[in-house]
């Protein structure tokens, strides 16, 4: 076979797998939102397309690797880090789901003589030696997957210990400020379905450094929660009365309420704007799996009383413009993209801008 062959034949496959990738109802949720937000914040993706601009994303969780396979393929502009924690999940991502064979990276923690835990020693491998698998494989896989395997990276490791290092890395703040992250996913679960507490305390080491290595103009993160709140039965919302341990003004539940209002109070500081928060943090449903998006964005700017506890009807009328705007702007990030995922459907349903607080001590409870 003649490399003109060859070439036309992986290129044939790789469009052919990359229009079929099963996306499933969380994921296509953080991509619409995530990407219309970004947009709608002045951030002009057709230049990211076009090549024509850089664009920096940090994907905080693997899972079977559509999100960012999906991004770096829609985004010729982009390159991407990875953070996966477990390796068994990136070996089956690579094994069986069709995700290229990127470099990866183990950041590994290391005991100094001293007895003080180091995290700065990263080691390269690929699952399976996958890379050094023969001339003819790595040639083959360079012609599938073309410059999207110099745009991808993946790491091994611990999301926290990974952006803490990045930022220990990049003290001086010339540097950090061009490794700004202009897109942030945060997809990642524990064995019970629950984001790591970690990776949404408030005054935890995860939230601290990303608040640094986002853009401060445009910075937007997006992050898939799970509901601990089963909803109401149609006789709790007609009688009004709920089953014990369940606050109606909560109906996400007292977890994920917490979470929003930390990432909210952590990633959009007061100081950073004028009204009670610089940007913007919302949340739309995905009713098929019980999951929920967030969205902070610092690029957005809003009223100061859209993010308050009234429900007067200009406010109503405030955010049904927002939303509005999030909708056209959807559409336009699809032609863009030129992308058959519905983004318009999925960027409004049950959209809710996360307001008040939680007060930790009821979510231990």
Known sequence: MTNHLRKSSWSNNQTALLSNL?????????????LSTISLAGYNLDQVTHRTRNMRILCVGLGGGSLPLFLAHNLPGATLDVVEIDGS??????????FPPCEIHRLQANVSSHGLETRNQIRSNVPGGHLNAGHEYAINQEVLWGGLLNRVTVYEADGEHFVEDLVQKRFNEERLSRQYYDLVFVDAFDGEDVVPTKLWTRDGAFLKNLNKLLHPKHGTVVVNLHTDSPPPSILEKVTG???????????????IQEACCTYRDVLLPPETGTGPTAGLAFTVAVPSQGNISLVVSRGLSIQSHLDSQSQNQQSAQEKQMFVEKLQAESKYVQKVLNTRLDFFKRVSRGFQVVQGRVSPAKVLQ
């Open 22 to 34: 099963h996306v499933i109802a969380d994921v296509k949720s953080m991509l619409s939102v995530g």
């Open 89 to 98: 999940v990136i070996e089956a991502a690579v094994e069986t789901m069709g």
């Open 241 to 255: 009365q709920y089953r014990s341990g369940f606050d109606p003004s909560l109906s996400q539940g007292r977890k």
